[in-house]
């Protein structure tokens, strides 16, 4: 199930609100993950779901969705939110994963 | 804490097989699956496959089916990824993930703890 992110990468400044979408070409169900990946570093899980939140993730990460068409929103963007950000479905496998919103300052 | 321990970087030659390690802890490991994903470079995630710790069931990528065996001991919490017949395409760092088990079609679906990563290069 291919999915698609927008945009591929975003400017931005500490304390924006920041939104990423995440669209799939068919339903999948509340089964779509977030991700965030910083340089050479492992992706670490953000929300799984749709909405929920991973334990020990800020509260400025929400997710929510409309169809098949997933948001990822960083309430106000913080100096360590400087990342890349990648959805995943998980409804039907081979998982798979956005092509990723590098979020930069 | 959960902590997923990977082997290291591996060069290889075209052809040639690898196959890369991680060591679970701080959970029991037989309740949970293993994923593995890896990420070309410069590019995105690719889900490899993933394996039941606890039935030995597995679920492969179909671009790499036919050249991948994941594998788990359960004496040891570690799980196993085999990629054989190597290519340059197979160039890529390769992660570890907790992932559902032990059904991957259950209810609960994402891969909440990863391994640091493990870089393979295939290069003649």
């Known amino acids: 199930i291919p999915m698609t992110q927008s945009p591929s990468s975003l400017s931005a400044s500490v304390g924006d609100r920041v939104t990423i979408t995440c669209r799939a070409s068919?339903?999948?169900?509340?089964?779509l993950n977030w991700y965030q990946q910083k340089p050479g570093k492992a992706p670490k899980l953000l929300i799984y779901?749709?909405?929920s939140l991973q334990s020990g993730v800020p509260s400025r990460f929400g997710g929510s969705a409309s169809g098949t068409e997933f948001t990822l929103t960083i309430s106000s963007l913080q100096p360590e939110d400087f990342a890349i950000y990648y959805c995943q479905q998980s409804y039907a496998t081979p998982w798979t994963f956005g092509q990723g919103t590098k979020v930069e300052i | 804490q959960v902590q997923l321990m990977q082997s290291g970087g591996e060069v290889k030659k075209p052809g040639a097989s690898v196959k890369v390690s991680c060591k679970a802890s701080?959970?029991?490991?037989?309740?949970?699956?293993i994923s593995w994903v890896r990420q070309a470079p410069g590019q995105g995630l690719e889900w490899v496959g993933w394996i039941s710790t606890s039935s030995g069931d597995r679920n492969y990528e179909e671009k790499v089916q036919g050249r991948v065996t994941m594998t788990t001991d359960t004496s040891t919490s570690t799980a196993y990824l085999e990629l054989r017949s190597l290519t340059s395409d197979d160039t890529a760092v390769y992660f570890c993930?907790?992932?559902?088990?032990?059904?991957?079609?259950?209810?609960?679906?994402?891969?909440?703890?990863w391994g640091q990563g493990t870089l393979v290069t295939v290069s003649s």
């Open positions: 068919q339903r999948i169900n509340t089964y």
């Open positions: 993930a907790r992932a559902p088990g032990p059904t991957i079609f259950g209810d609960v679906r994402h891969l909440d703890n």
């Open positions: 701080g959970y029991t490991f037989i309740k949970y699956g």
């Open positions: 779901a749709v909405s």
